[in-house]
Nanobody, 125 residues
Framework: QVPLVESGGGSVQSGGSLRLSCTGS????????MAWFRQAPGKEREGVAG???????YYADSVTGRFTISRDNAKNTLYLQMMTLKPEDTAMYYC???????????????????WGQGTQVTVSS
């Protein structure tokens, strides 16, 4: 059983929007750090948005003002609302959970013990 399941990816034109969801099938997703990462072909995985145990969000510079991370504890779901998408946002997007951390202000991959299988986002110009 996969602990984290992403959905919501797809193909959009530049300037469009998508909302990604990440549902916990085994673990509760509240009370610790979680994040969204992405990986484009030939590039390293990079963090784009994170949320701390108190639901305080933080973002990579490349998405600040365009992406919003949020968490719905009642639905056990993490979201990533993506607005004004650009072709350079094209990547596989992964959600990740860092249950050992309540405070996190960066995207150190070693913090994250659980990962989803990814959902593809493609933005055409």
């Amino acid at each position: 059983q996969v602990p984290l399941v992403e959905s919501g990816g797809g193909s959009v034109q530049s300037g469009g929007s998508l909302r990604l969801s990440c549902t916990g099938s085994i673990y509760t997703l509240s009370g610790y750090c979680m994040a969204w990462f992405r990986q484009a072909p030939g590039k390293e995985r990079e963090g784009v948005a994170g949320i701390q145990s108190d639901d305080n969000p933080y973002y990579a510079d490349s998405v600040t003002g365009r992406f919003t991370i949020s968490r719905d504890n009642a639905k056990n779901t993490l979201y990533l609302q993506m607005m004004t998408l650009k072709p350079e946002d094209t990547a596989m997007y992964y959600c990740a959970a860092a249950p050992r951390y309540g405070y996190c202000s960066g995207f150190d991959i070693t913090w994250y013990d659980h990962w989803g299988q990814g959902t593809q986002v493609t933005v055409s110009s």
